[in-house]
């Protein structure tokens, strides 16, 4: 079963643009991408659609290829619309007829928030009727107003909202189309219009608010902020903390860095473990939430922390990140050393990280570097780490 949106975008656009704007307001950028690419790109995404025809302005051709750049490769060549709205959906209509799908959605650019399940619901509704029509109910109360006065209340009852996209056999509303540019007297607003009026039988299928259409230069406005809010919450907010520790060298056999046991000839010293990799993380990661240092959480004082591995601070300062809906992006960690060499142990620790702070491997970073024989590092009396943790809280 073939479908086809065609999107009309003939339209001036003169309300929401302004008189002055440089052009008409589907044109217009909402969240930093033209109205049109994103009404477009809401049909060239769904996979009930095969292809795309847009009617547009004459005048408009250059602002429709940049707008129609990101999606070319399901478009049909676009078609000059008419004089009215109706003129430019038989346009389409004509176009498509060389070549005609078994269904098509008529769309509005200025509706560019259509989501996926809507256009299944409009093309599901075609399955056993000759049109398919998105409402809403009317939940307002509608007055009529004569001269500044209010006259009468109408009666909602089986009043309701239409949208778009409405959706067709083709050969029906093409045949529509034709008959009402013959007979009919009366300009019709949409499609759905002139499938009543020629009598085809129309479904209603049910509308979504967030398909508002953008109308004014408010709508656009609020359009706009929508879509930053939107991006802001789908990213959260990116922390990034960092951390430094130093522990010194006495006489021994081994070292533990970042939980892996290297066989050397001096150990660390220090109150626990003296694992300072894990230890210039751990800062980090407590730097990215603004919740002190290693040594406040876990003071060298301390009895219950001599000798403990130091797993117990970094998993303690991930709770933390935790607790506050957020989650560890991404580590990197220097080691400033003449020695141990860390190259053939990188990986162990790398999965060592990784398996504490519940991470793929991949956003695990450990390098190492020496100090050029210089200072305290390069009389080999101690071993310095640096460390960055980006995190994303919510
Ligand atoms: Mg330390």
Redesign the pocket.
């Known amino acids: 079963m073939s479908v086809t949106a065609l999107i009309v975008a003939a339209g001036r656009g003169i309300r929401a643009a302004g008189p002055t704007a440089l052009f008409p307001k589907q044109y217009l950028p909402i969240g930093g991408v033209a109205m049109l690419t994103r009404t477009i790109s809401a049909f060239a995404g769904h996979p009930s659609v095969d292809d795309i025809i847009v009617v547009i302005h004459p005048d408009d051709i250059g602002l429709y290829n940049s707008a129609a750049m990101r999606c070319a490769a399901r478009l049909r060549s676009a078609v000059p619309g008419g004089e009215r709205r109706q003129d430019s959906v038989r346009a389409g209509l004509e176009a498509l007829s060389a070549n005609p799908p078994e269904r098509v959605l008529i769309h509005d650019a200025a509706r560019p928030f259509v989501d996926d399940d809507l256009i299944w619901r409009v093309v599901g509704g075609l399955d056993t009727h000759d049109g398919a029509l998105p409402c809403l109910p009317v939940t307002d109360t509608l007055t009529r107003v004569s001269a500044g006065r209010v006259t009468g209340t109408i009666p909602r009852e089986g009043l309701f909202r239409t949208q778009t996209p409405q959706g067709f056999r083709f050969d029906a509303i093409l045949d529509a189309h034709r008959t009402a540019d013959e007979r009919a007297s009366a300009t019709f607003t949409d499609d759905a219009g002139i499938a009543e009026w020629y009598g085809l039988d129309v479904a209603l299928v049910e509308g979504s608010e967030a398909n508002r259409k953008l109308t004014s230069a408010q709508d656009i406005a609020s359009a706009d902020e929508l879509i930053r809010l939107r991006a802001e919450r789908a990213l959260g907010t990116i922390r990034i903390g960092s951390g430094y520790?130093v522990?010194a060298f006495a006489p021994g056999d081994a070292v533990i860095l970042c939980g892996v046991l290297i066989p050397y000839d001096r150990k660390l010293i220090?109150h626990s473990d003296?694992d300072?990799g894990m230890?210039a993380l751990t800062d980090a990661l407590l730097g990215a939430i603004a919740d002190g240092d290693?040594g406040v959480h876990f003071p060298p004082s301390d009895q219950r922390w001599r000798g403990v591995a130091s797993e117990v601070f970094l998993k303690d300062a991930a709770a933390r990140i935790k607790e506050r809906g957020g989650d560890v992006v991404h580590v990197d960690l220097t080691f400033i050393c003449e020695g141990p060499r860390i190259g053939p142990h990188r990986n162990a620790m790398r999965t060592k990280l990784a398996g504490c702070l519940g991470l793929d491997i991949g956003r695990v970073s450990i390098k190492a570097t020496t100090n050029e024989g210089l200072g305290f590092i390069g009389r080999r009396e101690g071993i310095a780490a640096t460390a960055t943790a980006t995190i994303r809280l919510p």
Do not use: E, L
């Open positions: 520790d522990h220090g003296a300072v230890h290693i």
